[in-house]
């Protein structure tokens, strides 16, 4: 992860709000939730382990 200062990217207006809550903190942004995966989708470990179960169901 990689810290930037706020003055840096966002305008005077928003950092002098956002200051109103933290003031020389560190605020964490997330990225907005419409792009987070699954766990597992990235690597391909999900798939992985859904087929792996899938072959042991079938054995029993």
């Known amino acids: 992860m990689k810290y930037m200062n706020a003055v840096t990217v966002l305008s ?3 950092v002098k ?3 109103k809550y933290i003031k020389g903190g560190i605020l964490y942004i997330p990225f907005p939730e419409e792009t987070h995966k699954k766990w597992g989708q990235n690597s391909g470990s999900r798939k992985y382990l859904h087929k ?3 072959l ?3 054995v029993k």
Request: glycine share 0%.
């Open 56 to 58: 042991l169901q079938k």
């Open 17 to 19: 709000e956002i200051q």
């Open 12 to 14: 005077e207006e928003l």
């Open 52 to 54: 792996k179960n899938h």
